[in-house]
T-cell receptor, first 108, second 115 residues
């Protein structure tokens, strides 16, 4: 069975500091990996997916198959980055499997 | 265009009552998903509809939960004989094909409180 682990429930960083939200997965095949974000009083939305290899709002995430990780990184955190972040995995034509989420708080 | 919509936005019900939650997906999306978001538990998959295929019900927590999708569009999630542990935000999402790389678009959710 697929599983996604986000070890941190809450991560607090100062504005301008680097941030890394950890995500590890378990799946024997080649998964599709995503980061979803939920800002306060907004709906859950896609932030980025590994297949696109893009940077969104300064965030990047690299799939490391050896470590089965897909950590989300940003070199300089901004206050508007404060939100709930969910890592998700998809194996073929199946529903997304989400981690339990990490609440990022960026302190001014 | 209009995104995924859900109704009601909030529902308070007494333990033992039945509730129906509605989801209107984005027009043209063939795949529809229901998730449950509980405090500290993240997002829990409930059920998945893809086109005319039989739904994937593997995430439904008990036989009190059921869902229908009529005409390949609107979906209703029904919870019978509600229990306090059913209190959560119920999220609906849709995607175009249901392929692995598809983006899932989420609705605003229905907050269910069972008293």
């Amino acid at each position: 069975a697929q599983r996604v682990t986000q070890p941190e429930k809450l991560l607090s960083v100062f504005k301008g500091a680097p941030v890394e939200l950890k995500c590890n997965y378990s799946y024997s095949g080649s998964p599709e990996l995503f980061w979803y974000v939920q800002y306060s009083r907004q709906r859950l939305q896609l932030l980025l997916r590994h297949i696109s290899r893009e940077s969104i709002k300064g965030f990047t995430a690299d799939l490391n198959k050896g470590e089965t990780s897909f950590h989300l990184k940003k070199p300089f955190a901004q206050e508007e980055d404060s939100a709930m972040y969910y890592c998700a995995l998809r194996a073929g034509n199946t529903p997304l499997v989400f981690g339990k989420g990490t609440r990022l708080s960026v302190i001014a | 265009g209009a995104g995924v919509s859900q109704s009601p936005s909030n529902k308070v019900t007494e333990k033992g009552k039945d509730v129906e939650l509605r989801c209107d997906p984005i027009s043209g999306h063939t795949a529809l998903y229901w998730y449950r978001q509980s405090l500290g538990q993240g997002l829990e998959f409930l059920i998945y509809f893809q086109g005319n295929s039989a739904p994937d019900k593997s995430g439904l927590p008990s036989d009190r939960f059921s869902a229908e999708r009529t005409g390949g569009s609107v979906s209703t999630l029904t919870i019978q004989r509600t229990q306090q542990e059913d209190s959560a935000v119920y999220l609906c999402a849709s995607s175009f094909w249901g392929a692995a790389v598809d983006e899932q678009y989420f609705g605003p959710g229905t907050r269910l409180t069972v008293t």
